[in-house]
């Protein structure tokens, strides 16, 4: 079992940047990749980014891709979304997951945290 929570967001001006947390809990958080997903009002959940467990590999979505950095920190059980160059179409509740080492398959999600970025 592991449960996630997010932190950081809020309200951002367009081409600035804000930084998000997802805390883990449990002993075992490098037996997970993680990823940050967003769902946008009206809109489906959409993949944003992830990492593998050890951090070595990392994946974007095109549409964030050269503007967000996912990272994390084993011993703090904490993965981070940097979010640089915000655009409104960014505005959305970011998620953070976890998938058992290996797989995509995303069993635990957090509550998610609202980024909101005007023009």
């Known amino acids: 079992q592991v449960q996630l929570v997010e932190s950081g967001g809020g309200l951002e001006q367009a081409g600035n940047s804000l930084r998000l947390s997802c805390a883990a809990s449990g002993r075992t958080f490098n037996s997970y990749g993680m990823g940050w997903f967003r769902q946008a009002p009206g809109k489906e959940r959409e993949f944003v980014a992830r990492?593998?467990?050890?951090?070595?590999?990392?994946y974007y979505a095109d549409s964030v891709k050269g503007r967000f950095a996912i990272s994390r920190d084993n011993a703090k059980n904490t993965v981070y979304l940097q979010m640089n160059s915000l655009k409104p179409e960014d505005t959305a509740v970011y998620y953070c997951?976890?998938?058992?080492?290996?797989?995509?398959?995303?069993?635990?999600w957090g509550q998610g945290t609202q980024v909101t970025v005007s023009s």
């Open positions: 990492i593998n467990w050890s951090g070595g590999a990392t």
């Open positions: 997951a976890a998938a058992p080492k290996g797989t995509t398959a995303f069993t635990y």
